[in-house]
């Protein structure tokens, strides 16, 4: 081998494999990312969300924002996106979300950083690969955290031999304490907040408990889009970008980046909880079933809980639990079958927290 091979290979970076982590291990992840009015237009036009404040800066500034906040689900890709090269870039699957709070406002010109904490790690009984539980802080350009949250994702192992690390599994809660919820929200005006410019008089208070909600669009996911959603994030995983390796995978074919499926189905949410403007926090997320180009993604969403918020009388918190499945009507509200398993159809269960006006 000579020296330029030599050089070649210590240079290029394969990313970490599950023998790789180990419990308590610290990992700074490359590269900043300031993010721009131009990501924002980007993001709209591949999943159209509504939300008014997040659309206009003259909305926003009305009820006591700076300006119109970036997205909550942008943060989020943004965030994990930089994590994917040292956690996930050789993940069979995400397994899933939990602990997940927005804890300050994101505003264009914001420069967005990750850092994560291996907090469990526990080989598969095949040998092959295990699962890696890390804890993941995005941080603005003034080392404030914007957003923190557990993830747990299947990684393959590089050497089949190598031994097996003592599994440790961190307890998660199953719902993140809503008295922990709103430090990304300003205090706000509603005096100003206009309910017909919003798109629904519907407030906090006329949502009940156990209410379903279909939210009727749907949107066919494109190869091209689901591609560039991913590289506007940044997120380098080859399971969804690599046709030449996964044509002679298990699917044979590229599989959707599942925060692709989330953020479809937030959009669609708008019909219907056109004033839950604000993601509080993500209780957990369950990618069911994979998604491919072709498919068509419905949603609906069921009311859980409702919360007051500490110290507010502005907003309240409703718990929804919303489902997106594909190739089949919201209005069936397809989720969970009489002996627990998911329906077919459904590809993503998420329970999380959102922000009303009260």
Known sequence: MNDSTTRQMTNTVTGNYFEDFKLGQQIVHATPRTVTVGDVSLFTALYGSRFAVQSSDAFAESIGYARAPIDDLLVFHIVIGKTVPDISRNAIANLGYAEFRFLRPVYPGDTLASTSEVIGVKENSNGKNGTVYVRSTGSNQHGQPVLSYARWVMVNKRDLGAPAPEPVVPKLAGCVDPASLGEALPPLSLAGYDF?????????????????????????????????ATRLFQNTARV?????????????RRLVYGGHIISIARSLSFNGLANAFHILGLNGARHVAPSFAGDTIYAWSEVLEKAELPGRTDMGALRLRTFAVKDRSGADFAGISADGSHEEGVVLDMDYWAALPR
């Open 240 to 252: 969804h970008f690599n046709q030449h390796v996964e044509g002679k995978g298990r699917f044979g």
């Open 196 to 228: 017909a410019l919003a798109g629904s008089p519907r407030r906090w208070g006329d949502y009940a408990k156990g209410e379903k909600i279909d939210h009727v669009d749907g949107q066919t996911i494109e190869e091209a889009e689901h591609q560039l």
